[in-house]
């Protein structure tokens, strides 16, 4: 039940949010999770809160956790709370629920704009969302993101991607989906070129830094590196960059799995071998 501190909805995942493997793609799972946070915006401060012909309310940091996969023909019921506020940010976690499972959450850290540069929240926005807050949160984890993409010019897996209209929002300026799908397509790119030996790879985490959302019809390059191989998982550290710089990096963290029973099953020598080669 909603309340002032906890927002409730119910999203329907679309035939279109699926993707090759007959279940919700990540990149639209994560949209889900844009869309709980802004109902609940709305809830909050009204029809019009989405408008943001001033002063305008965006993504910092998201940290994605798919626990379960997400299917088709069942509503998903959302779950959005404000977990701190200061006067430069706020941070939500929004968590998805499918039948009854909780099937993922999202920690996201907001921050305010103006004409493309960072500035204080709102005043009216920071009381109202201060009052909100439940408790103390566990602190975000440190992003090592910055220090992996001091070397991105030597990254291993990379492509072009010309900018579509579709990428932009409405208040004419990159997208928070758009980015999510540019770091899912930078990931893509490298693992499309692994061969799993009939074994899967599935999303657990994607770890997004916004650096600016600032629209250019400059084509946009993505370029993705190991970053770390662990025993059943393994993390790729992706980027999009145009002639204005780094728009969005991730750390995305992928398992490798059984397909019978969809359980974590150890990197194969083989598998490993093919990402020693994605490391720098």
């Known amino acids: 039940m909603t309340t002032d501190s906890v927002f409730e909805c ?9 993707d090759t493997w007959r279940h919700v793609n990540n ?13 609940a915006h709305l809830a909050q401060f009204g029809a019009d809160a989405w408008f943001s012909d001033d002063v305008r309310l965006r993504p910092l940091r998201s940290i994605t956790n798919y626990r379960l996969v997400t299917w088709y023909g069942s509503d998903v019921q959302a779950r959005v709370q404000v977990l701190a506020c200061d006067a430069g940010s706020y941070r939500v976690r ?14 996201c850290l907001i921050g305010a704009f103006s004409q ?3 500035v ?3 005043t009216a926005v920071r009381q109202v969302l201060q009052t909100r807050v439940l408790g103390e949160p566990e602190p975000m984890p440190a992003a090592n993101h910055h220090d992996f993409l001091q070397h991105a010019a030597a990254f291993p897996v990379t492509c072009q991607l010309t900018p579509r209209y579709g990428d932009l929002d409405v208040d004419t300026q990159r997208s928070e989906a758009a980015l999510a799908q540019y ?3 930078a990931r893509y790119n490298g693992v499309r070129q692994l ?13 997004i830094i916004f650096e600016h959302y600032r629209p250019d019809i400059a084509t946009m390059n993505l370029a993705a590196a190991i970053n770390r191989i662990g025993n059943s998982s393994f993390v790729f550290t992706g980027y999009a960059a145009n002639q204005l710089g780094i728009q969005a990096a991730a750390n995305s963290v992928m398992v490798v799995i059984d397909i019978a029973s969809n359980r974590p099953v150890p990197i ?9 080669n994605m490391m720098l």
């Open 183 to 185: 770091m899912e397509q």
């Open 116 to 118: 493309h540069e960072r």
């Open 27 to 39: 990149s639209r799972v994560y949209q889900l999770h844009q869309e709980a946070r802004l109902r």
């Open 195 to 207: 061969d799993f030996g009939g074994l899967g790879v599935l999303v657990a985490s994607v770890d």
């Open 94 to 107: 929004s968590e998805l629920f499918q039948n009854g499972d909780h099937v993922g959450s999202q920690d």
């Open 10 to 18: 119910s999203l329907s995942p679309r035939f279109t949010d699926l």
């Open 120 to 122: 204080a929240l709102p």
């Open 268 to 276: 194969t020598p083989a598998i490993r071998q093919q990402l020693e």
